[in-house]
């Protein structure tokens, strides 16, 4: 039998701890979802607007490097948000065979929108917390972010070719 300071005991409740962080973080989730819609773009497509807003202008090629999917799935993505007015192709400065992919105003602006209103969602929520519970809220993130950054690095194999193929 393990005593409650045994590494067995510590990692047994960190495996609870973790079970009940990944169940709440899918209620935040889809509670979020609900006040916070993407609509009309799927999670996907709204991973793509992320990457332009952060690393325009890009080509076909390096975006499906990050995303880790395959050329016709990216094709396929970009195509709609073209579609929808949120992103702009353009013959690369670079190379004639290939395109630039930048976010367009309207992109731009559906962006700051959906970050205002996830602000707004969450801003609402903590401010209903009781100030030592949003404390701890802090101080719990702060060194979840820390274990991140001192936990060696580890990583899924690939934690994100799947997601971009379901566009």
């Known amino acids: 039998m393990h005593s409650e300071t045994s590494p067995g005991a510590g990692?047994?409740?960190?495996?609870?701890?973790?079970?009940?962080?990944?169940?709440l973080l899918e209620v935040l989730w889809t509670k979020g979802r609900d006040l916070t819609s993407t609509a009309p773009v799927s999670s996907s497509q709204l991973r793509v607007l992320y990457i332009l807003d952060r690393d325009q202008p890009i080509n076909l090629r390096t975006l499906g490097d990050v995303l880790g999917s395959a050329p016709s799935s990216v094709s396929r993505m970009c195509?709609?948000?073209?579609?929808?007015?949120?992103?702009?192709?353009?013959?690369?400065?670079?190379?004639?065979?290939?395109?630039?992919?930048?976010?367009?105003?309207?992109?731009?602006?559906?962006?700051?929108?959906?970050?205002?209103?996830?602000?707004?969602?969450?801003?609402?929520?903590?401010?209903a917390m009781p100030p030592a519970q949003r404390a701890a809220l802090a101080?719990?993130?702060?060194?979840f972010r820390?274990?991140?950054?001192?936990?060696?690095?580890?990583?899924?194999?690939?934690a994100t070719g799947d997601a971009a193929e379901s566009a």
């Open 139 to 143: 101080a719990g993130l702060n060194s």
């Open 79 to 127: 195509d709609r948000l073209d579609a929808l007015g949120f992103i702009e192709r353009s013959p690369s400065s670079a190379s004639r065979r290939e395109l630039e992919l930048r976010l367009s105003t309207r992109g731009d602006n559906y962006l700051k929108d959906l970050r205002a209103r996830r602000e707004t969602a969450l801003l609402d929520v903590i401010s």
């Open 11 to 23: 990692r047994d409740a960190a495996a609870h701890a973790a079970r009940e962080v990944i169940e």
């Open 146 to 158: 820390h274990a991140i950054d001192h936990s060696g690095g580890h990583k899924p194999d690939d």
